[in-house]
């Protein structure tokens, strides 16, 4: 599976960035997708996932109410829709894909329960 992110770029705060991450190699419409960030210096962390049919969805508290994240399955894509953009909101954004249980309904949102990483996007927001 391999996992291309884009999307990403230089706005000023309050701007808005569209990120996109695109799945070839095996097909993921029946498992959760997630986007994750890392900043320089720190740890990184989760932001926001979906799952197989986009019926549940659930954010980071730092990015509820600012980002939407949605899913084409017919073009193998997820995207995150950034909003009101801050600096804090500067990273290198990674979607990543885990191939668990078909068709589950639980969102994830530890690292360590997505088995693919795409490989980030840079993400830089000025004040």
């Known amino acids: 599976v391999q996992l291309q992110a884009s999307g990403g770029g230089s706005v000023q705060a309050g701007g808005s960035l569209r990120l996109s991450c695109a799945a070839s190699?095996?097909?993921?419409?029946?498992?959760?997708m997630g986007w994750f960030r890392q900043a320089p210096g720190k740890e990184r962390e989760f932001v926001s996932a979906?799952?197989?049919?986009?019926?549940?969805?659930y954010y980071a508290d730092s990015v509820k109410g600012r980002f939407t994240i949605s899913r084409d399955n017919a073009k193998s894509t997820v995207y995150l829709q950034m909003n009101s953009l801050k600096p804090e909101d500067t990273a290198v954004y990674y979607c990543?894909?885990?191939?668990?249980?078909?068709?589950?309904?639980?969102?994830?949102?530890?690292?360590?329960?997505?088995?693919?990483w795409g490989q980030g996007t840079q993400v830089t927001v000025s004040s």
């Open positions: 990543a894909a885990e191939v668990g249980p078909v068709h589950t309904m639980v969102v994830l949102t530890t690292l360590s329960e997505y088995d693919y």
């Open positions: 979906i799952t197989w049919n986009g019926g549940s969805r």
């Open positions: 190699g095996r097909t993921l419409s029946s498992y959760g």
